[in-house]
């Protein structure tokens, strides 16, 4: 193989999707979680859906809180080439639309992380604790401050 043709293979492979065929396959399926809220320490409880778009590869994520709590959010997952990493929207009532990026798994740690200009500083930290279980943990940071835990969550894959 020339030379030439072998430095665009290897630069054409460089700029594919991650080597895992399916970075995002842990999360599929349907989550059960409970938790808490910051510092109040008040019950949180949420159920959250993700599947794969067939289409475009997207993984999609329906969270709802349940009762009495009131947050809904649909959000899209993908890898991003330009970035070599992923991004992911979320859209909720509460803020609307909101962009995060995430390098990926860093062990047993997938962190989508936020900063804009005017908007406050924010976290989701997925924390792999089983085959079926995990942490989520939601952090912000408002006006320049250090981020904080504002709620937890442990669930369950059905």
């Known amino acids: 193989m020339p030379t ?5 293979s290897l630069l054409a492979a460089a700029s594919t ?3 895992t065929p399916n970075p995002l396959a842990y999360f599929e399926g349907a989550w059960t979680c409970d938790g808490h809220f910051e ?3 008040k019950p949180l409880a949420s159920a959250m859906v993700f599947s794969r ?8 994520k329906q969270h709802r809180d ?4 009131t947050y809904k959010a649909a959000e899209t997952w993908s890898f991003a080439r330009v970035a070599g990493g992923f991004r992911a929207t979320i859209a909720d009532g509460f803020s609307g639309l909101r962009w995060y990026a ?3 798994w860093e062990g047993d740690r997938w962190t989508w ?5 005017g908007e406050p500083g924010e976290q989701f930290v997925y924390i792999r604790t089983g085959p079926t279980t995990m942490t989520v943990d939601w952090m912000i940071s408002r006006a320049g401050a250090p981020l904080v835990l ?4 442990a669930c369950t894959k059905a």
């Not at 349940?66 to 709590?69: K, R, V, Y």
């Not at 992380?113 to 200009?117: E, H, P, V, W």
Request: no cysteine.
């Open 4 to 8: 030439s043709l072998l430095i665009a």
């Open 66 to 69: 349940a009762a009495p709590g």
């Open 17 to 19: 999707e991650p080597s």
């Open 113 to 117: 992380s936020r900063q804009g200009a």
């Open 53 to 60: 778009d067939p289409d475009t590869g997207a993984l999609l």
């Open 150 to 153: 504002g709620d937890t969550l």
């Open 102 to 104: 995430s390098p990926g």
């Open 39 to 41: 510092p109040s320490k």
